[in-house]
């Protein structure tokens, strides 16, 4: 049998993780399009299928932002831990699987999907920002224009 306390300590612990306004994630990238004056953007529009992390409306784009760990980057291969192998191998499948059907569904739906990986953002946040402008074709200076979008004002 389990110890209870053990139980209890580690689902503090998992409670603690957050999976929206993450440090090395979201609020990494919304730094970077504040800091570059990129407007037209909104943070995890629930309007919209999959509840992307960014949406750029006009440009009918989606981006998500996913940690290495959660989401299985295939770059990181990082290890599935010893302790509950078998519940960490099914969690991370499972979202992998999710993230295929909502690319599908916002595909059908007529949106660009852009997946950043936590890693990208860490090595070098511009290579991300050019990975989103390119995707979009018009996230940047035609953006820049919208009043009423998030990020600094331009004057």
Not at 84 to 90: D, F, Q, S
Not at 130 to 142: E, H, L, P, R
Request: hydrophobic residues 35%; proline residues 4%; glycine residues 8%.
């Amino acid at each position: 049998m389990k110890n209870s306390q053990t139980t209890v300590i580690r689902s503090n612990i998992m409670r603690a993780i957050r999976s929206s306004n993450n440090r090395s994630t979201e609020l990494r990238l919304k730094g970077t399009f504040v800091r570059l004056g990129i407007r037209g953007w909104r943070v995890r529009d629930k309007t919209v299928f999959g509840v992307p992390d960014f949406v750029f409306p006009r440009a009918r784009l989606a981006v998500f932002v996913d940690g290495c760990f959660w989401h299985g980057c295939p770059k990181c291969s990082l290890r599935v831990p010893q302790h509950n192998r078998t519940y960490w191998a099914t969690k991370i499948t499972r979202n992998k699987s999710r993230d295929r059907g909502v690319e599908r569904v916002l595909g059908r739906q007529g949106w660009t999907i852009v997946r950043v990986w936590e890693h990208e953002l860490r090595e070098s946040p511009l290579r991300c920002i050019q990975k989103i402008v390119t995707a979009s074709g018009s996230v940047g200076a035609a953006e820049k224009e919208d009043n009423n979008s998030h990020g600094p004002k331009q004057s």
